[in-house]
């Protein structure tokens, strides 16, 4: 089935640091990635929708120059949080879009990476 | 805009306790629906799914009904088991568009 791979799986680091997270799609192309965020239990945030070779589009409240989204192949969206404050601290899902097939069962409308836990002291 | 709507937990249940985790949505046109379960330390995974009203999702013995006249999916179990404890997302799409996800319920079980 389709697999999406998130990396790293759970970073610490400093106030004031960038950090990079990449979602890949491993043995599918995905035109469509999605960035959700989601804070201690609580919903999923969808924070950006990122098509691949264009902008990405975020939704509103979303800092764009904060979160930045770059999907420049049809496997790899990466989300860098840059200069990460501890309120930046929060657990981040990608999830990567395949095209409904009208004869599959198993069709989801989305594969989810497994997660990054994003911690900032 | 859609939104979705599901009961607030935590839900804490008894080992064979019946389930139920309700859902509204609010939507234009025909959403898909689901459910996604989060286990602790874990990413989402879809539980089931029904993509037109009066289909019913199932999967591990968990069900649950596309109701369009009552916009809702509401998520049953008819005997839970502690490995069924987990966070629960109720989620709707709209064809283009992203899953939206409600607040998510939280159902812990005890033997």
């Known amino acids: 089935g389709a697999v999406v791979s998130q990396h790293p799986s759970r970073v610490i680091c400093k106030s004031g640091t960038s950090v990079k997270i990449e979602c890949r799609s491993l043995?599918?192309?995905?035109?469509?990635m999605f960035w959700y965020r989601q804070f201690p239990k609580q919903s999923l945030m969808l924070m950006a929708t990122?098509?691949?070779?264009?902008?990405?589009?975020?939704e509103q409240g979303v800092e764009k120059d904060k979160f930045l989204i770059n999907h420049a192949s049809l496997t790899l969206s990466t989300l860098t949080v840059t200069s990460a404050h501890p309120e930046d601290s929060s657990f981040y899902i990608c999830?990567?879009?395949?095209?409904?097939?009208?004869?599959?069962?198993?069709?989801?409308?989305?594969?989810f990476g497994d997660g990054t836990r994003l911690s900032i002291l | 805009g859609n939104s979705v709507t599901q009961m607030e937990g935590p839900v804490t249940l008894s080992e064979e306790a019946f389930l139920t985790i309700n859902c509204t949505y609010t939507?234009?046109?025909?959403?898909?629906l689901f459910w996604y379960v989060q286990y602790p330390g874990e990413g989402l995974q879809l539980l089931l799914k029904?993509?037109?009203?009066?289909d019913k999702g199932s999967n591990k013995g968990f069900e649950a009904t596309y109701r369009k006249e009552t916009t809702s999916f509401h998520l049953e179990k008819g005997s839970v088991q502690v490995s069924d404890s987990a966070v629960y997302f109720c989620?709707?799409?709209?064809?283009?568009?992203?899953?939206?996800f409600g607040k998510g319920t939280t159902l812990s079980v005890s033997s």
């Open positions: 999830s990567a879009r395949l095209a409904p097939g009208d004869r599959d069962r198993d069709w989801q409308p989305q594969h």
């Open positions: 989620a709707l799409l709209q064809a283009g568009t992203a899953l939206i």
């Open positions: 990122s098509n691949e070779g264009s902008k990405a589009t975020y």
């Open positions: 939507a234009t046109g025909y959403p898909s």
């Open positions: 043995d599918f192309q995905a035109t469509t």
């Open positions: 029904a993509t037109k009203a009066d």
